[in-house]
């Protein structure tokens, strides 16, 4: 089973500023790894799929890369409606693996 | 538009059985898998069963690996997770998920989710 590692696990960010949120897998996943944002009573929305292309609808500002076991997540100019709990997951290999998730939250 | 309505869920004791049902619309059912996907009260994301769009295909967690099954009926664009010998660790909200794209393994459409709680 490939573990997905979220860090960190929480982060204080000033609403404008920008976050930098990271996921390691325990061994190669390719580009096989996909983003969701989840708000509090709400079911996951996918943000990224394939590591950095954006799912429809998903505002420029946030972005992701990387390749392998190390990838990013980049919200730029965080606005009110972006505090809420993310997370990874990779489809490379069965069993397909969440991370633990990082919550941004106000600072 | 695309809408996933779960039901089935409640409270089991250990031990018993729940059978939880996902009612697709809003698109070709068929050409997507479909996947069931929980949620612990407070804790994070498991992925628990997928089945292929032609439903042939099936993969389970190993936590629910012949306790639980997940099927689906193309020809009623209904997916199905018969959940037998439940523990109290099974406890959570089960979503229902769509692939994105076809048969890829992430998550473009979810439920509102349905609440199991497994308790004596």
């Known amino acids: 089973e490939i573990v997905m590692t979220q860090s960190p696990a929480t982060l204080s960010v000033s609403p404008g500023e920008g976050a930098t949120l990271s996921c390691r897998a325990s061994?190669?996943?390719?580009?096989?790894l996909a983003w969701y944002q989840q708000k509090p009573g709400q079911a996951p929305r996918l943000l990224v799929y394939?590591?950095?292309t954006r799912a429809t609808g998903i505002p420029a500002r946030f972005g992701g890369s990387g390749s392998g076991t190390e990838f990013t997540l980049t919200i730029t100019s965080l606005q009110s409606e972006d505090f809420a709990l993310y997370y990874c997951?990779?489809?490379?290999?069965?069993?397909?693996?969440f991370g633990g998730g990082t919550k941004v939250e106000i600072k | 538009e695309v809408q996933l309505l779960e039901s089935g869920g409640g409270l089991v004791q250990p031990g018993g059985s729940l059978r939880l049902s996902c009612a697709a619309s809003?698109?070709?059912?068929?050409?997507?898998?479909m996947s069931w996907v929980r949620q612990s009260p407070g804790g994070g994301l498991e992925w628990v069963a997928t089945?292929?769009?032609?439903?042939?295909?099936?993969y389970h967690a190993d936590s629910v690996k012949g306790r639980f099954s997940i099927s689906r009926d193309n020809s009623k664009n209904t997916l199905s997770l018969e959940m037998n010998s439940l523990r109290p660790e099974d406890t959570a909200i089960y979503y229902c998920?769509?692939?994105?794209?076809?048969?890829?393994?992430?998550?473009?459409?979810w439920g509102r989710g349905t609440l199991v709680t497994v308790s004596s």
């Open positions: 998920a769509k692939a994105y794209i076809r048969d890829y393994t992430y998550f473009g459409s």
């Open positions: 997951q990779q489809y490379n290999s069965w069993p397909l693996t």
């Open positions: 809003g698109f070709t059912f068929s050409s997507y898998a």
């Open positions: 394939g590591a950095s």
């Open positions: 061994q190669s996943v390719s580009g096989n």
């Open positions: 089945a292929r769009g032609g439903g042939s295909n099936t």
